[in-house]
C-alpha cells in the first residue's frame, strides 16, 4: 500500500463514528482534542472534565462538570421550594391544588377530621410539624378528608374496613373499663 492509500485509511479511521465513539467512551481524546474551553467560566481544561453531548459539534457540553453541577444545585433551590414540592405532590397524588387544601383545611377548623386534635407528628427533616394528610378512597382516588397522621395510619391498617373498625372499637370499649379497674386495684 502506497503512502497516500494507508493516510487516506487511517483518517477514515480517525473520523468514522464507531471510532469517535470509543474514543469518548475509553477516554481517549489524544485523535480528537485533548483540552476545551468552559462556556461559563472560561477555563481551559481537559476534556474529561467536559460531560458527552452528541449534540455537539465537539461531542462536549458547553460548560465543564463543575460549572454546570454548580448551575444546576442553584436552579433546583431556586425553583424546588418545599412550598412547590407540596403543591406538586398535591396536585399529582390527589387531583387538588394548595388553594383547596387550605379551604378544606379551614373548614375542619385546622383539626383531624377524625379525632378532632391538631397535628402532632414532628417531620423528621425539617423539624416542624407535619400537615394534615389527605385521606382518600384507594378504589376512586376521591378525596374524603385530612386526617392526622395517626388515625390516617389507623385507617390504613384496618384496609378502610368499617365491620373492622367497629369490632376494634368494641374491643377497646370492652378491655377499657377492665383494665382501669384492674389498675386501680394493683400497687405500684
Same mark, same amino acid.
Given at each position: 500500500?502506497?503512502?497516500?492509500?494507508?493516510?487516506?485509511?487511517?483518517?477514515?479511521?480517525?473520523?468514522?463514528?464507531?471510532?469517535?465513539?470509543?474514543?469518548?467512551?475509553?477516554?481517549?481524546?489524544?485523535? @480528537?482534542?485533548e483540552?476545551?474551553s =468552559?462556556?461559563? #467560566? *472560561?477555563a481551559v481544561?481537559?476534556?474529561? $472534565?467536559?460531560?458527552?453531548?452528541?449534540?455537539?459539534?465537539?461531542?462536549?457540553?458547553?460548560?465543564?462538570?463543575v460549572?454546570?453541577?454548580?448551575?444546576?444545585?442553584?436552579?433546583?433551590?431556586?425553583?424546588?421550594?418545599?412550598?412547590?414540592?407540596r403543591?406538586k405532590?398535591?396536585?399529582?397524588?390527589?387531583?387538588?391544588t394548595?388553594?383547596?387544601y387550605?379551604?378544606?383545611? @379551614?373548614?375542619q377548623?385546622?383539626? =383531624?377530621?377524625? #379525632? *378532632?386534635?391538631?397535628?402532632?407528628?414532628? $417531620?423528621?427533616?425539617?423539624k416542624?410539624?407535619k400537615?394534615?394528610?389527605?385521606?382518600?378512597?384507594?378504589?376512586?382516588?376521591?378525596?374524603?378528608?385530612?386526617?392526622?397522621?395517626e388515625c390516617?395510619?389507623?385507617?390504613g391498617?384496618?384496609?378502610d374496613?368499617?365491620?373492622?373498625?367497629?369490632?376494634?372499637?368494641?374491643?377497646?370499649?370492652?378491655?377499657?373499663?377492665?383494665?382501669?379497674?384492674?389498675?386501680?386495684?394493683?400497687e405500684?
Amino acid at each position: 500500500m502506497d503512502v497516500r492509500a494507508r493516510d487516506i485509511n487511517e483518517r477514515q479511521f480517525l473520523w468514522h463514528p464507531r471510532t469517535i465513539y470509543l474514543a469518548r467512551k475509553d477516554n481517549f481524546y489524544g485523535i @480528537l482534542q485533548e483540552t476545551k474551553s =468552559c462556556g461559563k #467560566c *472560561g477555563a481551559v481544561k481537559p476534556v474529561s $472534565d467536559f460531560a458527552l453531548n452528541k449534540g455537539k459539534a465537539d461531542g462536549f457540553h458547553y460548560w465543564c462538570k463543575v460549572c454546570a453541577n454548580e448551575y444546576n444545585k442553584e436552579r433546583n433551590q431556586r425553583l424546588y421550594t418545599e412550598a412547590f414540592v407540596r403543591a406538586k405532590n398535591l396536585k399529582q397524588l390527589y387531583g387538588m391544588t394548595s388553594e383547596e387544601y387550605r379551604v378544606m383545611f @379551614l373548614a375542619q377548623g385546622g383539626v =383531624c377530621a377524625a #379525632c *378532632g386534635q391538631p397535628e402532632t407528628a414532628i $417531620d423528621p427533616r425539617t423539624k416542624h410539624v407535619k400537615n394534615l394528610q389527605v385521606d382518600h378512597c384507594h378504589e376512586t382516588g376521591k378525596v374524603r378528608a385530612l386526617l392526622c397522621q395517626e388515625c390516617n395510619n389507623a385507617l390504613g391498617l384496618l384496609h378502610d374496613d368499617p365491620e373492622r373498625i367497629g369490632l376494634l372499637l368494641r374491643y377497646a370499649e370492652s378491655h377499657q373499663s377492665a383494665g382501669t379497674e384492674h389498675r386501680e386495684g394493683a400497687e405500684i
